[in-house]
């Protein structure tokens, strides 16, 4: 028996072990600013599931205890309730989808690493960097080679196709974790012109759709023409309606991707039935309420309040003068460190100054470096509280 090697090239992910162990020894050395710490550093939502959602899913364990309305097994790819509702929400954003191009996940997560599997090893994947971490351990792990687009503030993190690098399987995620920049139509119609000349694949991870509300804006890559021949989408509603811990998402194979003469939503299909069981009736209950009128109205609420502290937080800096991108359609905001600090460097700065934790940006790629993230995701006082600080020390 031999172990797949590849895993042995995955870098161990210090991050944010890196982010706790530092938090934990300032803790040690000055146990008296414990409660002063602010963590703006976390990707997580903090609000509770909404109350629709909640009330769908005390329906549904209902029904479980219930002979003639208790699920087993129910379809891999989802309940047609569910994705019915998907194809009209993508509908009132002139999107056409059908209900068999949609597929429920567990969350985007899985589905990004998963999808891998109707893939060729020998294909080229493009990154761009700083980059969610999932799409290059994933490949790494598949041993596939990687190339990568830079992405910097000169092209305002939102780098274009170079033709003369070949490619075969493009991630693409918009609004961008960590750099909160958002591609617009005619940016993405670049990439989708390039998968179509190349004969690539477009992964796009729309996990934070619902953050863009400039309707200029794409927030599904369906939006542009030709997209339907060389895209799959993901989609989740972790960070839409709080389903962290919850776990619901979405993939969408369109029936126009035909590679090597194969649907790959016939591959999807195959692979799903086989490998996984679908979400469960009662999770997929609650987020079937996200669409009705009282869930659409409690989740865009909660929306609202990450929303504005993004908006606390960039108008902070605005103050300041620091460059980031982000903090509009989305709730990354990514800073230029002040005085050209380092990323680390700029963490202990604000850790010991001031009690703030964020994210370093070169935990995210090399040209995070020299970068920080902060996230809208925290407590409403809290926000204004480290805004507050932050200014004061930086002013
Ligand atoms: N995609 C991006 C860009 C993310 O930042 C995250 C989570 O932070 C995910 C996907 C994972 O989403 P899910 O919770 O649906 O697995």
Redesign the pocket.
Known sequence: MKINQNFLNVQDSYLFSTIAKKVDEFIKANPDKKSNIIKLGI?DVTLPLCDAVIKAMHMAVDEMSNKDSFKGYGPEQGYGFLKDNLVSYYKRRNVELQSGEIFISD????D?GNILDIFDVNNTVLVTDPV?PVYVDTNIMAGRKIVYADANENNGFLPLPDYKVKSDIIYL?SPN?PTGAVYDKKGLKCWVDYALKNNAVILF?A?YEYFVDDNNLPKSIYEIDGAKNCAIEFC?F?KTAGF?GTRC?YTIVPFELVFDGVKLNKLWNRRQTTKFNGVPYIVQKGAAAVFTEAGEAQIKKNIEIYKENAKIIADGLDELGIWYTGGKNSPYIFLKCPKNMKSWEFFDYLLENVNVVGTPGSGFGKNGEGFFRLTAFGDRLKTIEAVKRIKNLLK
Do not use: E, F, I, V
Not at 107 to 110: D, P, V, Y
């Open positions: 990707g969350g985007a997560k899985s990004l969610y995620c974790n991870d996990a989740s972790s962290t998402g």
